[in-house]
């Protein structure tokens, strides 16, 4: 069971808007940063948001996180077929010091 | 170009012992911190534990503390990830990945991982 809860799967059609939800605790998300992590079949996880809502360069703006107590979500909009992969949430955790705890990702599938 | 690059993949036998190894380039090695993930197939990201390349100061998941042993040799910009006794559920892709610091901490380069599969 992961410290951080997403829902398993997220879909949607070409061009629509996609959330995915990130809940956590005081002592992860509610104290410390949110990253998302998007992995895509067979690779190794990238980063494409962190500190909450900032994108790497080379992320597209299509992609916006944000946090609100104890919750955090992905915001993936004009869904493309190349946004199909499984998306993690992650931040660290105060219970122990230097830990980072994960959330079980979500599935985003394009129909 | 900044990177890890992970060692090859490596098939086991219960009871066996294994070092996998994660090299750092393209950055100062000795200023970050590397953090060990593992994805058992067809599941999640769980985080395994994370050293200091300077100092080598580790934190452990409780879940894999005692476990696995973490290192790193600076002198030749490698971490490290062991285990004494492997047993098939340590069958699994296990990612390096460096926490960065113009990322707020985030893990921003990781290694491309490496297969373990343990079986008799």
């Known amino acids: 069971q992961s410290a951080l809860t997403q829902p398993p799967s997220v879909s949607g059609t070409p061009g629509q808007r996609v959330t995915i939800s990130c809940s956590g605790s005081s002592s992860n998300i509610g104290n410390n940063f949110v990253y998302w992590y998007r992995q895509l079949p067979g690779m190794a996880p990238t980063v494409v948001v962190y500190?909450?809502?900032q994108r790497p360069s080379g992320v597209p703006d299509r992609f916006s996180g944000s946090k609100s107590g104890t919750s955090a979500s992905l915001a993936i909009s004009g869904l493309r077929s190349e946004d199909e992969a499984d998306y993690y949430c992650?931040?660290?955790?105060?219970?122990?010091?230097?830990?980072?705890?994960f959330g079980g990702g979500t599935k985003v599938t394009v129909l | 170009e900044v990177q890890l690059v992970q060692s090859g993949g490596e098939v086991k036998e219960p009871g066996e012992s294994l070092k996998i190894s994660c090299k750092g380039s393209g950055y100062t090695f000795s200023n970050y911190w590397i953090g060990w993930v593992r994805q058992m197939s067809g599941k999640g990201l769980e985080w395994m534990g994370i050293?200091?390349?300077?100092?080598?100061?580790?934190r452990y998941s409780p879940s894999f503390e005692g476990q696995v042993l973490i290192s790193v040799d600076k002198s030749i910009n490698t971490a490290y990830l062991q285990w004494g006794t492997l047993k098939a559920s340590d069958s699994a892709v296990y990612y390096c990945?460096?926490?960065?610091?113009?990322?707020?901490?985030?893990?921003?380069?990781w290694g491309q991982g490496t297969v373990v599969t343990v079986s008799s």
């Open positions: 050293i200091y390349a300077r100092d080598s100061d580790t």
């Open positions: 992650a931040a660290w955790d105060d219970s122990l010091s230097g830990h980072v705890v």
């Open positions: 990945a460096r926490r960065g610091y113009t990322t707020g901490e985030a893990f921003d380069i």
């Open positions: 500190k909450n809502n």
